[in-house]
């Protein structure tokens, strides 16, 4: 009579199910992880697609259904997919921000009215600059800005022919309107 060996086979098949049922355990929550953090919807139906296991499993799943469910709702309430949880500034690297864009609005407030000071002794035949107007548009400068000046330019003006080059042709036409 034969030996039986039915007990050592169930417990095989056994772990082997145990095995395949964490497999798909980590596939579902890796599933979860990748919607979460492309920012698709999360929903049983996304993930199940996307672990490739079924709705029903997923239901059965106590974890995987707590944080399908956890996110699901983070999702739900914003309009538009946000960074993933764990890519979003906290509010200490948020206030480090503003603390450094106030800095460095300070730094361009100071370098403005050093630049201004500078200014204000050569310009003694106008008006003094306001805090509201750019250089540029100040009455002072507008005599720079003027066609009255154009021939005070140091380059001599040039009228502007282009050169045509079309496919094969390599010559400049202005040699042929002299």
């Known amino acids: 009579m034969r030996a039986d060996n039915s007990r050592h086979l169930i417990a095989a098949a056994q772990q ?20 979460d953090n492309t920012g698709r919807p999360i929903s049983f139906d996304s993930v199940a697609r996307e672990a490739r296991v079924s709705r029903s499993w997923l239901y059965t799943q106590a ?20 960074p993933p949880e764990r890519q979003r500034a906290s509010e200490a ?12 609005v300070r730094q361009l407030e100071r370098a403005n009215h050093e630049l201004r000071d500078a200014l204000a002794p050569s310009a003694s035949n106008g008006p003094p600059l306001s805090q509201d107007q750019p250089v540029a548009t100040h009455p002072r400068n507008q ?11 140091p380059l001599p003006h040039r009228q502007h022919r282009p050169k045509h080059r079309h496919a094969g042709h390599s010559h400049d036409h202005r040699a042929h309107s002299r």
């Open 143 to 153: 005599a720079r800005n003027s066609s009255a000046h154009a021939d005070m330019h």
């Open 63 to 82: 974890d995987v259904r707590s944080e399908i469910e956890r996110l699901r709702g983070r999702h739900q309430s914003t309009a538009k997919p946000g």
């Open 16 to 35: 082997r199910a145990e095995q395949r049922a964490e497999q798909t355990r980590r596939k579902a929550l890796a599933a979860v992880r990748r919607l």
């Open 93 to 104: 690297s948020l206030l480090r921000r503003l603390q450094a864009a106030t800095e460095r």
